[in-house]
C-alpha cells in the first residue's frame, strides 16, 4: 500500500533513470524483453515502496538494488535458467557492418563483453559503464569493497583475454 505520492520532482528523477534501468537490465540478462519486463516490475515495486526510500540517499542505487533483487529472484525460481542461457550462446550477438573502425570495435567490445560471466557483466556495468563508485558498488552487491576490486578487476582481465584474439587478427592483417 502506497503511503506516500511520489512528488513531482521524483517522478522526474525516476524517469531520467529509467534508460540507466534499461541499460543494467539488458547487460544483466542479454534479452530485450526480460530486460523490459525487470524494468517494469522495478518501476512498479519502487512506487509502490517509496514511502521505504529515504529521502537524500542515492535514488539509482535504490531502484538498481531493486532490479537485481527482483533479477535475482526470477533466477532463483525459474525453471528456464537453463534455457536461457542456452539462447544466449546460440543467439548471435548484434554487431555494427565493417567500415566505420570504432563501430565494429564497439561491436567486438560488446561481443566480449557478452561472453562475460554474469557476475562480471555486473560488476563492469555498475563500476564502468554507470559510474557508480566502489563504495556503492559495494553496497548495492552487498559485498566488501574488497571483493569490488578483485571482482573488476578479474573482470577486466578476462574481458582483455576475450578480445586478445582480435587484437591478434588485426596485427596479422597489418602489412
Not at 517494469?40 to 515495486?45: A, G, I, M, P, T
Not at 560488476?123 to 571483493?147: K, M, S
Amino acid at each position: 500500500m502506497l503511503e506516500r505520492e511520489p512528488t513531482a520532482d521524483t517522478r522526474r528523477e525516476i524517469e531520467a533513470l529509467i534508460p540507466h534501468l534499461r541499460r543494467f537490465a539488458r547487460y544483466l540478462v542479454q534479452d530485450a524483453e526480460w530486460a523490459d519486463d525487470l524494468v517494469q516490475e522495478c518501476l512498479v515495486r519502487a512506487v509502490a515502496s517509496l514511502d521505504r526510500f529515504q529521502p537524500g540517499t542515492n535514488l539509482k542505487a535504490w531502484l538498481f538494488t531493486i532490479l537485481r533483487n527482483i533479477y535475482k529472484n526470477d533466477l532463483r525460481k525459474s525453471a528456464n535458467r537453463r534455457r536461457v542461457e542456452a539462447d544466449l550462446t546460440h543467439e548471435p550477438l548484434t554487431h555494427s557492418e565493417p567500415g566505420q573502425e570504432s563501430a565494429v570495435e564497439l561491436g567486438e567490445v560488446g561481443e566480449a563483453f557478452g561472453l562475460l560471466s554474469a557476475e562480471h557483466r555486473e560488476i563492469l556495468l555498475l563500476t564502468a559503464v554507470e559510474g557508480v563508485p566502489y563504495e556503492e558498488a559495494a553496497r548495492l552487491l552487498d559485498v566488501p569493497i574488497g571483493t569490488v576490486r578483485s571482482r573488476v578487476s578479474r573482470a577486466r582481465a578476462r574481458l582483455l583475454q576475450l578480445m586478445q584474439p582480435h587484437a591478434q587478427k588485426e596485427a596479422g592483417d597489418t602489412p
